[in-house]
């Protein structure tokens, strides 16, 4: 039962280069009020833009990002630039002068904004036939990280476990899901729905050898089932992945929560059906710096198109993580590879720039790699945010 936070309470949460945005709808839902918060001062407006237009600017903007139908780059949908400025100039242009010298924001957002990574928001209007990678992208600007209410940075830097884990990592991945009838929805990695991720093994293995773990700390195939996931003692790991499918809630018969998919057994039981539900990870016990939930639509909400983080994100938190990674929509495998992959290698090089940055630094290179220019897009950078504390590495 977190109390509101106070303007003064939040300020001395923040860093002098970080920032907190709170975007509410109001009551009524025909405007939203932004509150704007750095460690001296902070800023209230109320802007005229409801619930409705910004649902549909949302739609609109992941429309552009949406690779369910895509078989090869040619297919790519085109991202709508010139909405995605709009939605910054109505929300957030009038917090500019506020955040200006903050490198790293918070933000707390409901509503339609909730799908809708912050970093594919244009910070000034496009030119005509602009190149992706030319865009002023949000995630250009700012070390954007997501949470779930104001009450929960104080809950990330005053109360949370701090005790160190032993271990650097310990993953689950590349599920065998040939032997059982597990229908996938809209669960995919990848251009197609498919049942293997072969890329998932080389995911977390490239993964490990830049936190300098061990093969042996990562279960697949045969090894990447519910079982192994309880019986595992994971308090010692400090980052635990899962490179799979995701379900939301409702995507399968007869799944009332949403769930990351593993090996399924020959005959399933209570304790072991091959998908590990939020209820379930609710119960497990970790003291991770953070979980990576490298799978698609780990970030959305509770049932499809729902409103706020997902349900996997929570649960994860209450098992006792201190940050997630997830995913927005369904991933292009081998670009996730490469994002997360650098994203943890810059964190090898230097800690001290916080999990954002590293993420941000990554996203960068990714957009504005030569050998790849269709990476630009945001559909291959900007799936992934970081969840909870997004500034300590």
């Given at each position: ?126 030119a005509p036939g602009a190149r992706y990678g030319d865009i002023a992208w949000l995630a250009k ?119 990351l998919v593993l090996t399924p057994p020959a005959k399933a039981t209570q304790a072991d059906d ?114 909870g504390e997004g500034k300590r590495g």
């Amino acid at each position: 039962t977190p109390k509101p936070l106070t303007f003064s309470s939040v300020q001395d949460l923040l860093g002098p280069r970080e920032g907190l945005v709170l975007i509410s709808r109001a009551w009524d839902d025909d405007k939203n009020h932004v509150f704007v918060v750095r460690d001296g001062s902070h800023k209230v407006y109320t802007v005229d833009i409801g619930a409705d237009a910004v649902k549909d600017a949302v739609n609109e903007l992941r429309r552009g990002i949406d690779l369910s139908g895509v078989q090869s780059v040619d297919d790519l949908p085109r991202f709508n630039t010139s909405v995605a400025y709009r939605l910054y100039r109505d929300l957030l242009g009038p917090a500019e002068e506020t955040l200006a010298g903050a490198d790293h924001v918070f933000f707390v957002v409901d509503g339609a904004l909730g799908s809708l990574p912050i970093g594919v928001l244009v910070t000034e209007e496009p030119a005509p036939g602009a190149r992706y990678g030319d865009i002023a992208w949000l995630a250009k600007r700012y070390a954007a990280t997501t949470l779930p209410s104001v009450s929960s940075l104080r809950a990330l830097r005053t109360f949370a476990k701090r005790g160190k884990a032993s271990k650097p990592f310990i993953g689950f991945g590349d599920p065998d899901l040939g032997r059982a009838g597990v229908k996938l929805a809209r669960a995919t990695r990848g251009f197609a729905v498919r049942n293997e991720l072969p890329e998932t093994a080389d995911e977390l293995r490239s993964i490990a050898s830049a936190l300098g773990a061990s093969n042996d700390n990562i279960y697949l195939s045969s090894k990447a089932t519910e079982t192994m996931v309880k019986g595992t003692d994971l308090d010692p790991y400090r980052i635990v992945a899962f490179a799979t499918h995701g379900l939301m809630a409702g995507e399968q018969a007869g799944l009332p929560e949403p769930a990351l998919v593993l090996t399924p057994p020959a005959k399933a039981t209570q304790a072991d059906d091959g998908l590990l539900t939020a209820s379930e990870i609710a119960q497990l016990k970790l003291n991770a710096e953070w979980v990576l939930l490298s799978a698609c639509n780990t970030a959305s909400g509770d049932t499809p198109n729902a409103a706020g983080l997902s349900g996997l994100a929570k649960a994860f938190f209450y098992a006792g993580s201190r940050a997630l990674l997830v995913s927005h929509w369904p991933v292009e495998s081998q670009a996730t590879v490469t994002l997360v992959t650098g994203m943890f290698k810059t964190l090898a090089n230097d800690n001290t720039i916080g999990r954002s940055e590293a993420l941000r630094q990554s996203m960068l290179d990714l957009m504005d790699d030569p050998k790849h220019a269709h990476r630009a897009h945001p559909a291959f950078w900007a799936p992934f945010v970081v969840v909870g504390e997004g500034k300590r590495g």
